[in-house]
């Protein structure tokens, strides 16, 4: 008896290691189509992940873990335990931030040096020129948030300019701050947002830590979640560190980094 599984990568390549590491199986012994061989767009826009169907035998398919079970239990008390990257105080690389962080706020003796107008001005500039050359009609927000350099962008494709899993956005971020601070002494982190894409983001990792949190407690033993990159697993880390009855820590190297929640002893 046999059954048909999707999986997806950046290329097919990638898909097909993806899905014989899933399954278990050599991949010159994987039967599979190539349902879509993906597309990169341009700075993230219109990309899209590469598809293939692999057919295998039931029998022969490892359990896999559900990430989005619900459950109807309180969520339990959960410990941090981090690796480096994710305890640093700050986000580990400024420029390449992809999800601002609000979960922890600073020491109140913390100060942030205020952002000059050169910076304020530059900034606007830059991401200005670079959206409009995108072909998108946007409102554009630039101001110190005191943390971070804030960068509203309001257009009427919102969805498009964020991209798939926030790819668009991202590589713009990332490509803002090296542009800026080429030319200008480094202030502060810059960060993109649009019509509260990040805040939702946060909002999605804390809920998925939340529920793995709970499935870890009752089943009394170690679950996995998705693979994140480096500012999700803080989020994650954060949100569970005050709760005694599970610790945290993160595995996997790559794009398949991930977070492990198991029950305290």
Do not use: C, W
Not at 190 to 202: H, K, L, T
């Amino acid at each position: 008896m046999t059954e048909t599984r999707e999986f997806n990568a950046a290329t097919v390549e990638e898909a097909i290691r993806k899905a014989s590491k899933t399954l278990g199986l050599p991949e010159e012994d994987l039967s599979y189509e190539v349902l879509d061989t993906g597309s990169a767009g341009f700075l993230g826009m219109g990309s899209r992940d590469a598809r293939i169907a692999v057919e295998t035998e039931i029998d022969r398919v490892p359990e896999t873990k559900d990430f989005t079970e619900e459950v109807d239990q309180e969520p339990e008390a959960v410990q941090e335990k981090t690796d480096p990257e994710e305890r640093d105080n700050g986000l580990v690389d400024p420029l390449s931030q992809q999800v601002q962080d609000e979960t922890a706020s600073p020491p109140a003796t913390e100060k942030h040096p205020e952002a000059t107008n050169e910076l304020l001005d530059a900034t606007r500039r830059f991401i200005s020129t670079t959206v409009e050359s995108m072909g998108f009609d946007a409102r554009i927000d630039v101001y110190d948030a005191g943390e971070f350099v804030a960068v509203d962008v309001t257009t009427n494709e919102p969805g498009l300019f964020i991209g798939q899993k926030g790819e668009t956005i991202d590589a713009l971020q990332y490509l803002l701050n090296i542009a800026i601070y080429k030319d200008l002494p480094y202030a502060k982190r810059i960060a993109i947002d649009s019509e509260g894409y990040r805040q939702r983001r946060v909002e999605a990792v804390q809920g998925i830590a939340h529920r793995m949190a709970r499935k870890a407690v009752r089943e009394r033993r170690l679950v996995e979640l998705p693979p994140m990159n480096t500012s999700e697993r803080r989020i994650v880390h954060l949100f569970l560190k005050d709760n005694p009855q599970v610790t945290t820590t993160s595995q996997g190297t790559g794009d398949n980094r991930r977070v492990t929640v198991a029950p305290s002893r």
